[in-house]
C-alpha cells in the first residue's frame, strides 16, 4: 500500500477553478497506474480520471473536456486541474493506486463543493 494524501478542495462556484494535489509519502516513479476518484453524496466511489506511467490518460465521460490529470514523479505528487466545474462535480475526491484498490485502502481524501 502506498500512502497518499489528497488536498486542493474546497468551495467554488459553477464555471471556476481548482487543482487537487495527491502527495505521496515515497516516490511514484516505479508506480504505473495512478488515479482520481469521487463519491458525492448518496452516490459509489467512482473513478474520474487515470494516467499511466506512460503517459495514457482516460477520464469518465462526464469530467472529460473539463478535467486534466497529470503526474510529476520527480515532487511524487500527482494533480487533478478541474475547470468549469458543476455543481454534480461536488463530492469527496480521492486519488489512488491499483494495489491501494485491491486492498480497499482509501484515504481521507478531499472535499470539493461547487455551489452558487
Known amino acids: 500500500q502506498v500512502p497518499l494524501v489528497e488536498s486542493g478542495g474546497g468551495l467554488v462556484q459553477p464555471g471556476g477553478s481548482l487543482r487537487l494535489s495527491c502527495a505521496a509519502s515515497g516516490s511514484i516513479a516505479s508506480v504505473d497506474h495512478m488515479g482520481w476518484y469521487r463519491q458525492a453524496p448518496g452516490k459509489e466511489r467512482e473513478i474520474v480520471a487515470a494516467i499511466s506511467g506512460s503517459g495514457i490518460v482516460n477520464y469518465v465521460d462526464s469530467v472529460k473536456g473539463r478535467f486534466t490529470i497529470s503526474r510529476d514523479n520527480t515532487k511524487n505528487t500527482m494533480y487533478l486541474q478541474m475547470n468549469n466545474l458543476k455543481p454534480i462535480d461536488t463530492a469527496v475526491y480521492y486519488c489512488?493506486?491499483?494495489?491501494?484498490?485491491?486492498?480497499?485502502?482509501w484515504g481521507q481524501g478531499t472535499q470539493v463543493t461547487v455551489s452558487s
Open positions: 489512488n493506486t491499483p494495489l491501494n484498490v485491491a486492498r480497499h485502502y
